[in-house]
Every structure is written in C-alpha cells, then in structure tokens.
C-alpha cells in the first residue's frame, strides 16, 4: 500500500488498497480503479 505506480492509459497512481494477491485498488488524482492480477500496464515507480 501508497507504492506509487504509472498506467499507460490513467498515468500516475498510487496503490490505496489490496485485495490478498488477485486485485489492487489504485487512485489516480481522485479516480479510483481496481486491477486484477496479472498487472501487464501497471509499472511501479
């Protein structure tokens, strides 16, 4: 959790939330999505 991640489609994030190991919830400047592993166009910064 806070590990800040870069999308190439919704750009730079940060990890608020995880859901065991299939899913990440991430807030990108107020807009909060939720991946599921695997992470293919997630990159931790």
Known sequence: MGDRVSHD??????IVGVEGED???IDFAGRQGRF???YPKL???
């Open 23 to 25: 899913a990440v919830v």
């Open 36 to 38: 599921l592993s695997p």
């Open 9 to 14: 489609q919704y750009g730079l994030g940060r």
């Open 43 to 45: 990159a931790k910064l």
